[in-house]
């Protein structure tokens, strides 16, 4: 589960967070950036828009 601190998160993503997006990307496609927000698990929809 995100808590609301790990969801505000600012700054550089991490490695992993970087690793994690690819890989969410790769199987999901580039073009629903809200879905793959959401299903990445990684920091709120707004960063990853």
Do not use: H, N, Y
């Not at 969801?7 to 793959?36: A, H, N, Y």
């Amino acid at each position: 589960m995100v808590t609301v601190r790990e969801e505000m998160r600012k700054g550089p993503w991490t490695k992993q967070e970087d690793m994690q997006l690819v890989c969410t990307v790769r199987l999901f496609g580039d073009r629903r950036w809200d879905f793959i927000a959401q299903v990445s698990g990684l920091r709120g929809w707004r960063t990853a828009t």
